[in-house]
C-alpha cells in the first residue's frame, strides 16, 4: 500500500519543541516536492515548509527560523523539527508528496498546480500547543 505516515504530533507548552516525521511505505519518498502543511480549525490549508530533490528548502515567513525541514533517505523519512512553538502553531500537521515543484509565494510556501500537484497525502499529525 502506498501511503505517507506522519507522527510525533502531541501536546507542547508554548516554547517547546516536537519533531514531526512522515515515513513513506510502498514508494521511494524522492520526489521533487516534500512538503509539509497545517491547517488550523477553521483556517484554510497553508503550505509551511518544503524541500525539493537537491535538498533546497523553503519555509514559510510564519516559521522561519524555528522550523527545520530534513529528509532521510535511508529511512524514506522526512521530518518537520519545529522549535519556540507558539498557540498559532496549533493545526493537524500534513506531509505530502509530489512531482510538482515548490516555491514561494506571499509568505507562504506554494506549489506548482497547488495541492493536486501532490500525489501522496498522509493523514495527519494533530499539534497543540498550550500552556
Known amino acids: 500500500q502506498l501511503q505517507l505516515v506522519e507522527s510525533g504530533g502531541g501536546l507542547v507548552q508554548p516554547g517547546g519543541s516536537l519533531r514531526l516525521s512522515c515515513a513513506a511505505s510502498g514508494f521511494t519518498l524522492d520526489y521533487n516536492a516534500i512538503g509539509w502543511f497545517r491547517q488550523a480549525p477553521g483556517k484554510e490549508r497553508e503550505g509551511v515548509s518544503c524541500?525539493?530533490?537537491?535538498?533546497?528548502?523553503l519555509y514559510a515567513d510564519s516559521v522561519k527560523g524555528r522550523f527545520t525541514i530534513s529528509r532521510d533517505k535511508a529511512k524514506n523519512t522526512v521530518y518537520l523539527q519545529m522549535n519556540s512553538l507558539a498557540h498559532e502553531d496549533t493545526a493537524v500537521y500534513y506531509c505530502?508528496?509530489?512531482?510538482?515543484?515548490?516555491?514561494?509565494?506571499?509568505?507562504?510556501?506554494?506549489?506548482?498546480?497547488?495541492?493536486?500537484?501532490?500525489?501522496?497525502w498522509g493523514k495527519g499529525a494533530l499539534v497543540t500547543v498550550s500552556s
Open positions: 505530502a508528496a509530489g512531482p510538482t515543484f515548490c516555491y514561494f509565494c506571499s509568505g507562504y510556501v506554494c506549489y506548482a498546480g497547488g495541492t493536486n500537484g501532490m500525489d501522496y
Open positions: 524541500i525539493s530533490s537537491d535538498s533546497s528548502t
